[in-house]
């Protein structure tokens, strides 16, 4: 099976940096997704982790260590609309798009 | 916009009707996958097609649960009989053809279901 850990909720202000973590337990690794999601609205693709190391794409960076089964998502320069849930998602299997959800981090920014 | 659709946004209904909820998927996206979301949780698997083919059931799909790609295009997901349980957010996503991986699924805004 697969499960995924990530805090339920993180509250920070405007301008500030957050880490998200996401820990994961799989019978086989594949890379790890991040989503956000507004309330409401459609989850989106922010970012996916195969190998090792930092990936950074604007004010949003993701971490992985494969030998720790763990990753973070860094949202930097928190802006207001960055309040919405964020969920880490392995692959069920090798072969196409299919993902497990973590039950997600809800991030509250405030002014 | 070319993006991934659902309809209806939203649907009431009681106990013991059926429900219908369609999918059109970005068009070149050849896999197609419905998710259950509830609320302050991440989206469920439910199920996913290549094609027309559907490759992959969740335990979370019971019998009363049922999907169809008839022509590989848009897909519809069917919940008979429904049960106050199957209130939810049912998603839909796509993704690029098969052999090109890059962990993203596009999402379509969901249809809500409220079973009263």
């Known amino acids: 099976g697969q499960s995924l850990e990530q805090p339920s909720e993180v509250t920070a202000v405007e301008g500030a940096i957050v880490q998200i973590n996401c820990t994961y337990q799989?019978?086989?690794?594949?890379?790890l997704s991040w989503y956000q999601q507004h309330d409401g609205g459609a989850p989106t693709f922010l970012s996916y982790?195969?190998?090792?190391g930092l990936e950074e794409t604007g004010r949003f960076s993701s971490f992985l260590s494969r030998s720790d089964s763990y990753g973070y998502l860094l949202l930097q320069e928190l802006q207001m609309k960055d309040s919405a849930s964020y969920f880490c998602?392995?692959?069920?299997?090798?072969?196409?798009?299919?993902?497990?959800f973590g039950g997600g981090t809800r991030v509250l920014v405030k002014p | 916009d070319t993006g991934v659709s659902q309809n209806p946004r939203h649907k009431i209904t009681k106990r013991g009707q059926n429900v219908t909820f369609r999918c059109d998927p970005i068009?070149?996206?050849?896999?197609l996958y419905w998710y259950r979301q509830t609320l302050g949780q991440g989206p469920e698997f439910l199920t996913y097609?290549?094609?027309?083919?559907?490759?992959?059931k969740s335990r979370l799909l019971s019998d009363r649960f049922s999907a169809e790609r008839p022509k590989g295009s848009f897909s519809t997901l069917e919940i008979q009989r429904t049960e106050q349980g199957d209130s939810a957010m049912y998603l839909c996503?796509?993704?690029?053809?098969?052999?090109?991986?890059?962990?993203?699924?596009?999402f379509g805004e969901g249809s809500r279901l409220t079973v009263l």
């Open positions: 996503a796509s993704s690029l053809p098969s052999g090109v991986y890059t962990g993203e699924l596009f």
């Open positions: 097609f290549q094609n027309e083919a559907q490759l992959e």
């Open positions: 998602a392995v692959p069920r299997g090798a072969a196409g798009n299919k993902l497990t």
């Open positions: 982790n195969a190998l090792d």
């Open positions: 068009s070149e996206h050849n896999r």
């Open positions: 799989t019978s086989g690794f594949y890379g």
